[in-house]
């Protein structure tokens, strides 16, 4: 069984940065990152598969850079510049095996418990 555990989440001014983590036990392929602000739907914000092929969202794209350390089981999540539109609730999720549309929420199984980023103008 997955299990993820985010880190790495807090308060920061705008342009700021943050780097958040997740640390899975158990076996994954596929990983993300998604966000969902209050009100508004869930995000993808980027995936990355076990070649270390990456894919973004159009609104982080140049801001964001998402990266797996496989020897310690862990994704990460550079936040560089951030916005206040950034703020949101942020979740890992994983998938045994290759996905389609790394930014569905709907192609991943396991996924952490969140952790906030607030940005402050």
């Known amino acids: 069984q997955v299990q993820l555990v985010e880190s790495g989440g807090g308060s920061v001014q705008a342009g700021g940065s943050l780097r958040l983590s997740c640390r899975h036990t158990?076996?994954?392929?596929?990983m993300a990152w998604f966000r969902r602000a209050p009100g508004k739907e869930r995000e993808g914000v980027a995936g990355i598969d076990s070649d270390g092929r990456t894919t973004y969202a159009n609104s982080v794209k140049g801001r964001f850079t998402i990266s797996r350390d496989n020897a310690r089981d862990t994704l990460h999540l550079q936040m560089n510049n951030l916005k206040p539109e950034d703020a949101a609730m942020y979740c890992c999720a994983a998938y045994p095996g290759p996905v389609i549309q790394a930014l569905e929420s709907w192609e991943y199984n396991s996924w952490g418990q969140g952790i906030e980023v607030t940005v402050s103008s």
């Open positions: 158990g076996t994954v392929d596929c």
